[in-house]
């Protein structure tokens, strides 16, 4: 996988955005993407918490969020996929929202592995 890989039109992960944020320094690129792992876990966890139970303005808030840190990062696919789900949940649409939570798990899965590959995990 590379840097280019892309998911529906959306790059993967675009370490040009972030290399650009931060000047350069690898080491706080690292740090960055780790975080993100560290905390992407829970905010997943709650965003299918949120649709299982089918609290549409929980799953709102949470996607907001992962929207949110995803594109701070360059997890551009991310970003957008997470920016359907919620448009779902505000829309409180659950079969659409069904598929476009499949598709975040999916795109999420492919997310982290990028990342853990770029980490050396």
């Not at 949470?62 to 929207?67: A, G, I, N, R, S």
């Amino acid at each position: 996988m590379t840097d280019t890989d892309q998911v529906n039109g959306f790059q993967l992960l675009d370490l040009g955005r972030l290399d650009e944020m931060v000047g350069g320094d690898e080491e706080f690129i690292l740090e960055i993407l780790q975080l993100f792992l560290d905390t992407s876990e829970g905010n997943i966890q709650q965003i299918r918490t949120a649709h299982q139970t089918s609290n549409y303005s929980s799953l709102s808030i949470e996607t907001h969020t992962l929207k949110g840190s995803s594109g701070n990062v360059g997890a551009n696919a991310l970003m957008h996929v997470a920016g359907r789900v919620e448009t779902a949940a505000r829309a409180a649409d659950p079969d659409t929202l069904q598929q476009e939570m499949d598709d975040l798990a999916q795109v999420y899965a492919l997310t982290t592995a990028r990342i853990k590959n770029r980490l050396g995990q």
